[in-house]
């Protein structure tokens, strides 16, 4: 992501804090967590997967959102409905 300028420094912050929290689940190790014993999980290794999936997600909005705000940019349109993707 590029330096903030005016109006990107919303989402340069956003990105900024999804990337460390990103980096936070990615510490927690979840697959090996998910191999001890269950009484002796820290946190539940699904939840952990899912919240890295959902940071994910968020980081690639963000991104998305950063791309379409450069002066220029073309937002590529999808389709609304997966009927629509499908040509139906």
Do not use: K, N
Not at 35 to 47: C, G, K, N, T
Not at 56 to 74: C, K, Q, T, W
């Amino acid at each position: 992501m590029s330096a903030p300028s005016g109006e990107d420094d919303f989402l340069y912050e956003l990105q900024i804090e999804v990337e460390a929290e990103v980096t936070l689940v990615e510490s927690s190790h979840p697959r090996e967590a998910a191999e001890l014993p269950v009484s002796e999980w820290l946190f539940d290794p699904a939840d952990a997967e899912r919240a890295e999936i959902g940071l994910r997600g968020l980081l690639d909005a963000v991104e998305a959102l950063e791309d379409a705000s450069r002066p220029g940019a073309h937002v590529r349109e999808e389709a609304s409905t997966p009927c629509d993707r499908q040509g139906s």
